[in-house]
């Protein structure tokens, strides 16, 4: 991803991740109302959310290889040899990635649209990855880093 940072700034890519205060508070808040806990990491969680614009990336060597013998009637013809005579095909990204600059930051809109809009939760004002909802008559509350959460 280091080649992004030539054309995208910083404040373009970062992801909020959850504050170190907002873990303490909400672990002692856990422990004194004795709340049931859950942690969970999302396994390929930013394939999860679409690319915002045109990436390519280059596979090279034995994954170019392994990528058309996976389906040789869509890949074959897009490998060729780079100087050194090993296999290239280049590929363009559907989906984040983990490595591009913003990854993270498109997993993060994803997560917390999906937090709000479908599961009715509201952010806090003060750390955005905090998320309250009640549910059942008991507030839940979801606090993530990247992809990993604690509920």
């Known amino acids: 991803g280091r080649k992004q940072r030539l054309y995208k700034t910083k404040q373009e890519t970062s992801s909020p991740t959850v504050t170190t205060e907002a873990l303490f508070i909400t672990s002692t808040i856990d422990a004194e109302?004795?709340?049931?806990?859950?942690?969970?990491?999302?396994?390929g969680a930013f394939m999860h959310s679409d690319m915002d614009e045109l990436v390519h990336?280059?596979?090279?060597?034995?994954?170019?290889?392994?990528?058309?013998?996976?389906?040789?009637?869509?890949?074959?013809?897009?490998?060729?040899?780079?100087?050194?005579?090993?296999?290239?095909?280049y590929v363009e990204l559907a989906k984040a990635l983990y490595g591009t600059c913003q990854a993270a930051l498109l997993f993060w809109e994803?997560?917390?649209?999906?937090?709000?809009?479908?599961?009715?939760?509201?952010?806090?004002?003060?750390?955005?990855?905090?998320?309250?909802?009640?549910?059942?008559?008991?507030?839940?509350?979801?606090?993530?880093?990247?992809?990993d959460l604690k509920m």
């Open 33 to 43: 109302e004795r709340r049931k806990v859950v942690t969970v990491d999302i396994p």
């Open 110 to 147: 994803n997560l917390s649209s999906f937090l709000i809009d479908e599961l009715g939760f509201t952010l806090n004002k003060y750390d955005k990855c905090v998320a309250n909802n009640m549910i059942d008559g008991k507030q839940c509350t979801i606090i993530w880093h990247v992809d």
């Open 57 to 89: 990336v280059r596979m090279s060597g034995p994954m170019a290889t392994l990528l058309v013998r996976v389906d040789p009637a869509k890949y074959r013809k897009y490998l060729v040899k780079d100087k050194k005579g090993n296999d290239v095909v």
